[in-house]
Structures are given as C-alpha cells and as structure tokens.
C-alpha cells in the first residue's frame, strides 16, 4: 500500500492527552513510563512517520511536553468536554496556522496519547477506508469494537463540529455518524493494536506485551 503522504491529501496528526486520567490516578498519563520510556514516545514513534506535521493536545502548561518537541494545542472549551474538544483544537490549528512549508492540511488524524502500539499503516488504510466507502470519515476497527477516537477527520468540517460542542454534543460516534464514517478493520491477535493503558493494571499489561510481542514500528 503507498505511504499515505504520497497517495493522499496533507494528513496532520494530533495526539490526544487532553484528559484527567482519572483512572490512572490523575496526572499525565502519557508521561507514565512504559519500557523506561513515556507511553506518549511510544505513539509519537508510531505516528510521526505517517504525518506531515504532529500536534499535541494537552491543557495546563505546555513546558511538561517540551522534550517532546510538539506544538502543543489545548482544549478551546473549559471543564474537559473529551476528546472531540482536542479534535477541534487541532482542526483549528491545521486551519489557521501559517504552513511556509508546504500546502495547508486538509485531514487529521486522531489517536490516544495512552495507546502504544498504533499500526504503522494507520493513516493510509483509514484513507483507503473513507475513499472506498464514499464517506466523509474513517475509524479504526479490531476484535470487533469501534475505536471512535483513532480517527479521520476533515479540516472543512471544524465549523460543524464546534457548533456541536457548543450544543452539548460529546460522544464521537454520534456526531461523526450524522456525516458517514468508514471503518477500518486490523485484526486484534496476537495483540490488539489499538490497546490503551487507561490503569496501573493495563500499563503492566502493555509492559508484557511489549517484552511478549515487540510490536515492531
């Protein structure tokens, strides 16, 4: 399959860590360390290479991130409405930043800070995905679940989308559902590719199929 960057439109990514991690235990999730290294250089290594440029969406101050070396976007709604606000702080920031570099970005792609083993063809199969279907918007799929939040979005729906939060909208499937989402399907053995470390538990359990598996980038 071609490398996204060349077969399709300008594709940013953003890498959702706007959250309270309750389930954690609060803090950044992202910062807790998997394999001696923070679960979010795990999914920067993923993605980077699949996008034109990459974006962080956190809240609170942006100097945590700085080895990271990510723009940094935050939530433009108060009160942590989820993961749609980080969508739309990124659909605005492809939108109105300046792109001296080359064509503005026409797509993002979305995906969870606490997911460590995102596929490397993410980006071009949900493309392949939303093309095949005829539809606006793609999501990725496995062991036959949804994953809402590792998704495609079209920079010319920013608009719509910020008209929906501002109406109290805040479940992604609802609101990409009014507009035609595709689904991509990647099988979930022998480990489910979209796996996130949402507990102490869970990040254990990524730890062991790290050493297990070694999912390659």
Not at 106 to 126: C, T, Y
Not at 169 to 177: G, H, L, Q
Request: charged fraction near 20%; proline fraction near 12%.
């Amino acid at each position: 399959m071609p490398e996204a960057g060349n077969a399709f439109p300008t594709t940013w990514g953003v890498v959702l860590a706007g959250g309270l991690a309750r389930r954690m235990g609060g803090g950044d999730k992202p910062l807790r360390l998997l394999a001696g290294q923070p679960l979010l250089a795990h999914v920067v290594e993923r993605l980077r290479p699949q996008v034109s440029s990459l974006l962080l969406n956190a809240n609170g101050d942006a100097a945590r991130f700085a080895a990271f070396g990510l723009p940094v976007v935050a939530d433009g709604l108060p009160d942590y409405p989820g993961p749609l606000a980080g969508i739309l702080a990124a659909l605005d920031q492809a939108a109105e930043a300046p792109h001296p570099a080359g064509p503005a970005p026409e797509w993002i792609v979305s995906v969870p800070g606490d997911s460590p083993f995102i596929p490397a063809d993410l980006v071009a199969r949900l493309h392949v995905a939303r093309l095949a279907a005829g539809v606006t918007m793609a999501c990725a799929r496995s062991g036959g679940w949804s994953h809402p939040p590792v998704a495609l979005w079209p920079v010319a729906l920013r608009h719509e989308l910020r008209k929906a939060l501002e109406g109290g909208e805040r479940k992604i499937d609802r609101w990409t559902a009014r507009f035609g989402c595709a689904s991509a399907e990647w099988p979930d053995s022998p480990f489910d590719p979209f796996f996130n470390a949402n507990t102490p538990e869970e990040l254990s359990e990524a730890e062991a199929l790290l050493q297990s598996h070694a999912p390659a980038p």
